[in-house]
C-alpha cells in the first residue's frame, strides 16, 4: 500500500508467473532410409562379405592337420592349395573382422548421431544403442548354437553393451579403448603361437558328424568365443567410431589425401606384417620354436589393423570418385551391405549344408583352393539375390527384424529435446 494525496492508494497486484511450457515431444529416432545411407561404408560392408566368407571357409575343412591359421597342411594339398593359403593369410585373414569391426564402430556413431538429431539426450542415445546391442547378443547366440560358433554377431552387441557411452561420446575413452584393446590383440596372438598344440579342427564342433553333439560343442564355443572376442576386437571398434566422429566415409572427397595416404601406407603395412605367417600356412617357412611363431602372429595380427584402415580407405576412395553417379558394381556392392547382416548369416547356412561335416561332409576331403571356390560362389549368389530382393526397397530380413527389436517398444514414444554427447562429423551427417 501507498499513500498520495492523503489517502491510501493499492498498488495492483502482480500477475502470478505462467507455468513453464513444456518442450515439444520429438518423436524417437528411426532407422535411416536406405535411400540416406552412405555410399561408402556400404560399398566396403558389401565387398568384406567376400573377405568374411574366405576367412571362414577353410575353418570347416578338417580330419587332416591343420597350420596354426587352420589351413590344412602343405602336405595334405596341392600347389594351388597353398597358394591360396599363402595369399589369403596375407590379404583377408586377420584384415577381414578388424575391417568389419571398424564399421560397426562407424555404424554405431552413425546411430546415435540421428537418435541426437531427433532431440535425444545422452541417456537415450546410450539406451538406444545398449538396447540394439542386447538383440545382436540374443541372433549371434541363435546363429553361434544353430549353426557357426565363430559367430562375430554376438561379440559385437556384448561390445555395444558394455561400451555404448565411451563409443558414441568419450574422445579420450576411445583413445584408451584403442590402446588397450591393441594391447590384448598382440598379447593373445603371441600367447597363441607360443603354446600352439597341432589338431586337426580348429573348431571341434566342425569334425563332429553328430548334429546333436556339434551343437553342444558350438554351445561351448560360441559362448567361450563371444566372452574372449570382445577383448581382440574393441580396438578396431574405437578406431571406427572414431572415424565416423570425422566424418571420414560420409564425405571421402573431403578427406582425399588421407583416404590416399592411409589406404597405401594401411595395405603395405598389412603385407609385410603379414608375410611370416602366410609362409607358414603355405609350409614355406616352420616356426622352430614357440617365441617364434608368437612373434609372427603378434605381427600379423596387429597389422590386420592397419590393413582393415587400408581397405576402408580404398572404399571410400572409389565412392568419392564416384561423385553421386555410382555404377552398377559399385551399387551392387552396397545393397549387399545394406544386406550384410542377412548374407553372413546365409553364408553359415550354406557352409554347413556343403562343408560341415555334420552336413554336406565336403569339409572332410576337399582342398584350400575348392572351399574358396565355394566362398565365391556363395557370396556371389547371396549379392545376386540381395540385389534382386531389394528391388523394392525392402531390407535384408536380419536387417529388417533387429530394426523391429531395436525401435519396436519406442517408436511410438516421445523423447525430450537435449543436449546430447555424440561428437559430430566435420561435415554432414550420413
Not at 4 to 15: E, K, L, N, S
Not at 143 to 157: E, F, K, M, P
Not at 336 to 349: D, E, F, P, R
Not at 353 to 360: E, I, N
Amino acid at each position: 500500500m501507498d499513500t498520495a494525496a492523503g489517502g491510501p492508494v493499492f498498488a495492483p497486484r502482480p500477475a502470478p508467473p505462467a507455468p513453464p511450457v513444456p518442450a515439444a515431444p520429438v518423436p524417437a529416432a528411426r532407422a535411416v532410409p536406405l535411400s540416406q545411407r552412405s555410399l561408402a561404408p556400404d560399398v566396403a560392408r558389401g565387398a568384406m562379405l567376400l573377405l568374411i566368407a574366405l576367412a571362414n571357409a577353410h575353418i570347416y575343412l578338417v580330419g587332416r592337420a591343420v597350420t596354426p591359421t587352420a589351413y590344412p597342411v602343405a602336405e595334405a594339398g596341392s600347389a594351388l592349395d597353398r597358394w591360396v593359403a599363402f595369399a589369403q593369410t596375407l590379404l583377408v585373414d586377420g584384415r577381414a573382422y578388424p575391417m568389419f569391426s571398424l564399421l560397426f564402430g562407424y555404424g554405431l556413431v552413425q546411430l546415435a548421431r540421428r537418435r541426437q538429431q531427433a532431440g535425444g539426450d545422452p541417456a537415450s542415445v546410450r539406451g538406444l544403442v545398449r538396447r540394439r546391442g542386447g538383440w545382436m547378443i540374443l541372433i549371434g547366440a541363435l546363429h553361434g548354437i544353430l549353426l557357426w560358433s565363430g559367430d562375430i554377431i554376438g561379440a559385437y552387441g556384448l561390445v555395444a553393451v558394455l561400451f555404448a557411452g565411451v563409443l558414441v561420446g568419450h574422445r579420450r575413452g576411445r583413445a584408451v579403448l584403442v590402446v588397450v584393446g591393441v594391447l590384448l590383440l598382440a598379447g593373445f596372438a603371441f600367447l597363441r603361437g607360443l603354446f600352439h598344440l597341432e589338431t586337426t579342427a580348429m573348431m571341434p564342433s566342425l569334425g563332429q558328424e553328430s548334429a546333436g553333439w556339434a551343437a553342444l560343442l558350438r554351445l561351448v564355443e560360441w559362448t567361450s568365443g563371444t566372452l574372449l572376442t570382445p577383448l581382440l576386437i574393441t580396438a578396431a571398434v574405437a578406431l571406427g567410431a572414431w572415424a565416423a566422429s570425422r566424418g571420414l566415409l560420409d564425405e571421402p572427397a573431403r578427406h582425399l589425401p588421407l583416404l590416399r595416404w592411409v589406404a597405401v601406407a594401411g595395405l603395405a603395412l598389412a603385407v609385410v606384417g603379414g608375410l611370416p605367417l602366410a609362409l607358414v600356412s603355405a609350409g614355406t617357412w616352420q616356426a622352430e620354436a614357440g617365441w617364434q611363431l608368437g612373434l609372427a602372429m603378434t605381427a600379423h595380427s596387429v597389422s590386420g589393423y592397419a590393413g582393415a584402415f587400408g581397405y576402408a580407405a580404398v572404399f571410400g576412395l572409389l565412392a568419392a570418385r564416384a561423385a553421386g553417379s555410382p555404377g552398377p558394381v559399385l551399387r551392387g556392392l552396397a545393397v549387399g551391405g545394406q544386406w550384410s547382416m542377412s548374407s553372413y548369416l546365409a553364408q553359415s547356412v550354406v557352409f554347413c549344408a556343403v562343408l560341415a561335416a555334420w552336413g554336406g561332409g565336403l569339409g572332410t576331403w576337399v582342398g584350400t583352393a575348392a572351399a574358396s571356390g565355394i566362398a565365391l560362389l556363395t557370396w556371389a549368389g547371396l549379392l545376386v539375390a540381395a540385389n534382386v530382393l531389394a528391388g523394392s526397397g525392402r531390407r535384408g530380413p536380419a536387417e529388417a527384424l533387429l530394426r523391429r527389436l531395436t525401435y519396436g517398444r519406442a517408436s511410438g514414444a516421445q523423447v525430450s529435446v537435449n543436449s546430447a554427447s555424440v561428437e559430430r562429423p566435420s561435415g554432414r551427417s550420413a
